[in-house]
T-cell receptor, first 116, second 110 residues
Framework: AQTVTQSQPEMSVQEAETVTLSCTYDTSENNYYLFWYKQPPSRQMILVIR??????QNATENRFSVNFQKAAKSFSLKISDSQLGDTAMYFCAFMKHVGGANNLFFGTGTRLTVIP | DSGVTQTPKHLITATGQRVTLRCSPRSGDLSVYWYQQSLDQGLQFLIQYYNGEERAKGNILERFSAQQFPDLHSELNLSSLELGDSALYFC?????????FGSGTRLTVV
């Protein structure tokens, strides 16, 4: 069963505009972490933002913020004032307890293109 | 530099061969995770080690194996390679709730 679902394979946004990437996840746990990772053409995996499930306040990192809806199991990423350097694959990830260890499971990604 | 070191960056080898990928976690991190990313796909979890012990296994083929050494570096061994094993292989280490990834090893099997 898919743990993390990203329903938007590709998206584009005009430079300086705002875009929201969607992510839903499945869990019966109450305490967990959620992440957004960025993978630019260099293929490096870069942590964008992290959310602890026990925190009600949505995480924010500069132009990046999340809308965490715990009951709906939704974790969307909002990028404000989009820049050309934001062009990348974005992966939503969920840290899950499996077999006595915590592990990170990824969605299939959303390819974001920022248009000049 | 993320602090997680992977070598080599690129590897080209023939089908049927065996290769070893190496990963050194960030200083102070005891855990190492290995992931495989095939072309335009998400990352698939392979295996996790913590302080030298195997902790969890994901979708790792029997032809693949890994270990973590006393100095905490880890090696992923891939044998009897097939064309479909061509992928980016990432390792990551974890401290608390944060995962840090290395820059990956791009394996091409020809």
């Amino acid at each position: 069963a898919q743990t993390v679902t990203q329903s938007q394979p590709e998206m584009s946004v005009q430079e300086a505009e705002t875009v929201t990437l969607s992510c839903t996840y499945d869990t019966s746990e109450n305490n967990y972490y959620l992440f957004w990772y960025k993978q630019p053409p260099s293929r490096q995996m870069i942590l964008v933002i992290r959310q602890e499930a026990y925190k009600q306040q949505n995480a924010t990192e500069n132009r990046f913020s999340v809308n965490f809806q715990k009951a709906a199991k939704s974790f969307s990423l909002k990028i404000s004032d989009s820049q050309l350097g934001d062009t990348a694959m974005y992966f939503c990830a969920f840290m899950k307890h499996v077999g006595g260890a915590n592990n990170l499971f990824f969605g299939t990604g959303t390819r974001l293109t920022v248009i000049p | 530099d993320s602090g997680v070191t992977q070598t080599p960056k690129h590897l080209i080898t023939a089908t049927g061969q065996r290769v070893t990928l190496r990963c050194s976690p960030r200083s102070g991190d005891l855990s190492v995770y290995w992931y495989q990313q095939s072309l335009d796909q998400g990352l698939q979890f392979l295996i996790q080690y913590y302080n030298g012990e195997e902790r969890a296994k994901g979708n790792i083929l029997e032809r693949f194996s890994a270990q973590q050494f006393p100095d905490l570096h880890s090696e992923l061994n891939l044998s009897s390679l097939e064309l479909g094993d061509s992928a980016l292989y990432f390792c990551a280490s974890r401290q608390g709730g944060g995962y840090t990834f290395g820059s990956g090893t791009r394996l091409t099997v020809v």
